[in-house]
Nanobody, 117 residues
C-alpha cells in the first residue's frame, strides 16, 4: 500500500505563495493520475489540479494561472505551487494517486492551508 506524505501547508497572508509537496512511499509507475484536491469548511471536496503520466495537466478555473502542478519522478513527489493566494483558497488540501489499470487509489492525510490577513 502506497503512503502519500504531504508537507508545505501553513498560514499566509493574501498574495503570498506556498508550495505543497506530496511524497510517495514507493516508486510511482505509469500509467498514473496524480492530483490535488481541496475541501473548505461546509463544501464538498473539489479537484484543484491534476497531472497525468506523460505530463499533461488540468486545473480548476478558480486556480488556473495561479497554481502549478508538477512532479519530480526521481523523488516520487508531486508539487503544487500556489501563487497569489486568496482567502477563498483556504482549505484542507489532499494529495491523490490513482493507478487506472489496477484500480488502486490512495489519499494523503491532508494539509491545512489558511490564507488570512
Amino acid at each position: 500500500q502506497v503512503q502519500l506524505v504531504e508537507s508545505g501547508g501553513g498560514l499566509v497572508q493574501p498574495g503570498a505563495s506556498l508550495r505543497l509537496s506530496c511524497a510517495a512511499s514507493d516508486n510511482i509507475f505509469s500509467p498514473y493520475v496524480m492530483a490535488w484536491y481541496r475541501q473548505a469548511p461546509g463544501k464538498q471536496r473539489e479537484l484543484v489540479a491534476q497531472i497525468i503520466s506523460g505530463g499533461s495537466t488540468n486545473y480548476a478555473d478558480s486556480v488556473k494561472g495561479r497554481f502549478t502542478i508538477s512532479r519530480d519522478n526521481a523523488k516520487n513527489t508531486v508539487y503544487l505551487q500556489m501563487n497569489s493566494l486568496k482567502p477563498e483558497d483556504t482549505a484542507v488540501y489532499y494529495c491523490f494517486l490513482r493507478y487506472p489499470k489496477s484500480a488502486e487509489a490512495y489519499w494523503g492525510q491532508g494539509t491545512q492551508v489558511t490564507v488570512s490577513s
